[in-house]
């Protein structure tokens, strides 16, 4: 569980971290000026964008909020993003690309998988809803039968002639 409750904690830093790691890369590893581009222009406002959209989602999960903690899915998704996000700030020669193509389709299956876990919490609380909504505005039937009519009393107007 504190696992679960530290990557709970962790998706927020990690939207400011992750791209500043990619620049702190940059300067470590020596890479030329127009990676520096790829990075200030591309990568950094992508992974911040991307984390901050897939922590919205995670954090938007009724269980999530309640037991502020993520999934065991969600720790395994972003685990694979962000090691793969800090191995494209490495910037290996004969690997960034493969690595690159991993953090992107990593990103894309998270964003995937949030709408997945998002769509089967929501499914249940959205039937009771329209259920409820259906079924208060109608009346039922046992209700109707155990009581009795109400009285009417029905006036008609005459006309006279004058």
Known sequence: MWLREAFFRWLVPAA??????????????????????????????????????????TRSRPSVRAER???WWDV?????WHVLTIAV?????????WLLTGAILAAIALFWLQLWQ???????????????V????????????????PDVIVIEESRTKD
């Open 16 to 57: 400011f971290l992750l791209p500043l790691w990619l620049f702190v890369g940059w300067a470590i590893f020596g890479q030329n000026a127009w990676s520096l581009l790829w990075v200030l222009l591309m990568a950094m406002p992508t992974v911040f964008v991307g984390q901050l959209i897939l922590t919205l989602l």
């Open 69 to 71: 903690a993520v999934s």
């Open 76 to 80: 395994a998704g972003f685990t694979v």
């Open 89 to 97: 700030g490495l910037f290996v020669d004969g690997g960034f690309g």
């Open 118 to 132: 998002l769509w089967n919490e929501a499914r249940g609380t959205g039937i009771r809803i329209r259920e409820t």
């Open 134 to 149: 259906s079924w208060s505005t109608a009346p039922r039937v046992d209700d109707s039968a155990s009581q009795p009519a």
